[in-house]
Structures are given as structure tokens and as C-alpha cells.
């Protein structure tokens, strides 16, 4: 099963570039809206919440269900998801004095944390919120500043579970990518063996696997339907034989209890063929719609690589 680190997207300009540096990790990772994301399963290593446009404060502000994450997996929050991380759960955030938007320089206040550890005591970031936490839960603690945010960069005790008020995703954050590492790689434990190759190799034997299983489903179906027909001709041969002995009173007398038992379990029986038959129609129908989402799996895949490799070689230029 593809490991993958979960993003849950507040609806940020830069939710796809904190994608393309994970990948840049050879990590693989999945946007999903904040509102609408899969459970976690066993191949979710980790989860980033996104920055957002709206305030914390907002009264529509993005609320997400983090019950099944928080304190489970380990999970970033980035600019509006550190704000949310904290105002949920006890803190308190406030506009800005004035809109913290540029360049800062990074001091860390807890230099072994292992989500800052490495970095250079001084690391430029880039900051782009207008309100600012300016209280934290009990349980959190400060690991970074700057000269204007005191709350730079928290961990919650006792959990995996961190909050940044700046963007490493982006250029500006010089030392970002290595804090992205440091969270994808040291504290969720990634193996950095994805590439786009890989992923296509893995999605297309999932689906080969999928679909042989409904095949032998399917199988199984029909065998089950031989049976059951094999067994109604059985019974009809044994009501045949036993009317060609009516004119023996003494036989048909001894047999007629046998004759009804045999005519209820007919009738039994066709209804049973009858439902598996329908049922064979039903398992047919959905490996045709399987074969038919695994080409088109396989073109959308395809289609997919081509347009990584296009932003790459433009990228790279």
C-alpha cells in the first residue's frame, strides 16, 4: 500500500506548492478538502493543514473534524491551520498590529525540537497573516519567534502535533524544504521512494488485483448457479420416476409425503437459481464498469505523468 501524507486544503493560494515540495521529497501526497477527506487509513503517515484566506476569527470560518488525526498522526499546521490548531483548543487569536506580510528572521526558543532541529539559528521565513496567536493552550509550547511573533512555531505536548505562523513551502522560507523534511521524513517516517513511475506501477497493479477478485467472485457465482441447476434436475427426476409408478396404491402411498417434500424444495430451489442468476448479472455488470475505470484509470494516470513532467521541465527552466 502507497504511504501518503494527507493535506487537508482551507482553501490557501499556496496548498499546491506545499504539495509539490512534499513530492519534491519523493513523498506521496494527496489534497483533500478540509470538509471532505478520507478516514485515515494504515498508508497515512501524516497530515498538513493549509493556510486560508479567512480569519480564525471569521464567523464562517473553515471548521474541520480533526478527531480521527489530533494526537493520532502527526500533523503541521500552517499559518491558518496553526491559528486553528490553537483557537480550538484554548487559545486565543487576535489581529495584527499591523499585517504580518514579508520577510522575518526565525530564532528558536527550543533548539532540539525535532521539528526546527538542524536549522540555522537565524533562518529567514516568510510570513503572509493578518491576525497573529497571541495566547496558546496550556499544554503548548513555544519552539520558534521572531521579533514581532513571539508564537512563531509551537508543539503541543505530549503529541506530534505542530503549528507554524509562516509558509516553508515558499521560496522566501530559505530553510523550508529541510523543515519539510524534517516533519515528512524524521517525525512521520516516510521512506522517500515515490516517483511518479512508482505510482503508476502500484495504482495498476491495485487495479489488476481488484479486478480479478470480482472475476473469481464471479466464478464462484457461476459455479454456485451449476449447482443449484444440477440440483433442480435431480429433483425434477425423481418426481418423473415417481409418477410412473401411480398404478402401485401401495408405492404411491409410501411415497407421497417424499413427493411433496421434493415438489417444496423445486420450488426452493428455482427461487434460489433465480436470485443467483440475478446476482451473476449484478457481479458481471461490475467488472464491466471495473474494466472500464481501470482504462480509464490508466489514460487519466497517463495523462497525469505527462503534466507532472511538463511543470517539471518548465520548473526546471
Not at 129 to 153: F, L, M, Q
Not at 177 to 190: A, M, N, P, R, T
Not at 267 to 286: F, G, I, K, S
Request: hydrophobic share 40%; aromatic share 6%; proline share 4%.
Amino acid at each position: 500500500m502507497q504511504e501518503k501524507i494527507l493535506i487537508l486544503d482551507f482553501g490557501s493560494q499556496y496548498t499546491q506548492l506545499i504539495a509539490r515540495r512534499v513530492r519534491e521529497l519523493n513523498v506521496y501526497c494527496e489534497i483533500h478538502p478540509y470538509n471532505h477527506f478520507p478516514r485515515p487509513d494504515e498508508s497515512v503517515r501524516g497530515v498538513i493543514l493549509s493556510g486560508s484566506p479567512y480569519s480564525v476569527r471569521d464567523a464562517q470560518a473553515p471548521q474541520a473534524d480533526l478527531s480521527a488525526i489530533k494526537g493520532r498522526l502527526p500533523m503541521l499546521g500552517v499559518c491558518y491551520g496553526a491559528q486553528y490548531l490553537s483557537q480550538q483548543f484554548g487559545g486565543e487569536v487576535k489581529p495584527s498590529a499591523t499585517r504580518e506580510y514579508g520577510r522575518a528572521i526565525l530564532s528558536k526558543v527550543v533548539a532540539n525540537n525535532p521539528l526546527i532541529a538542524g536549522l540555522s539559528d537565524r533562518t529567514q521565513v516568510w510570513m503572509s497573516h493578518g491576525d497573529t496567536i497571541v495566547k496558546i493552550p496550556e499544554n503548548y509550547r513555544i519552539i520558534a519567534s521572531t521579533d514581532t511573533v513571539p508564537v512563531a512555531a509551537f508543539q503541543i505536548e505530549g503529541e506530534q502535533t505542530w503549528g507554524i505562523q509562516f509558509h516553508p513551502e515558499v521560496y522566501h522560507s530559505t530553510e523550508g524544504k529541510q523543515l519539510l523534511k524534517h516533519f515528512v521524513v524524521d517525525i512521520c517516517g516516510c521512506r522517500q521512494d515515490w516517483t511518479p513511475d512508482s505510482f503508476i506501477e502500484s495504482t495498476v497493479r491495485e487495479l489488476r488485483e481488484k479486478i480479478a477478485a470480482e472475476d473469481k467472485a464471479r466464478r464462484d457465482q457461476e459455479q454456485t448457479i451449476a449447482n443449484a441447476q444440477a440440483d433442480a434436475a435431480h429433483a425434477q427426476s425423481i418426481i418423473e420416476q415417481a409418477t410412473e409408478v401411480h398404478d402401485h396404491p401401495e408405492i404411491t402411498e409410501s411415497l407421497a409425503g417424499s413427493l411433496a417434500r421434493d415438489n417444496a424444495e423445486h420450488t426452493e430451489t428455482e427461487r434460489e437459481v433465480a436470485q443467483l442468476e440475478a446476482t451473476e448479472d449484478a457481479v458481471r455488470e461490475r467488472t464491466r464498469d471495473s474494466r472500464i475505470k481501470f482504462t480509464g484509470a490508466i489514460v487519466c494516470i497517463v495523462a497525469v505523468v505527462l503534466v507532472i513532467i511538463l511543470i517539471w521541465l518548465f520548473a526546471s527552466k
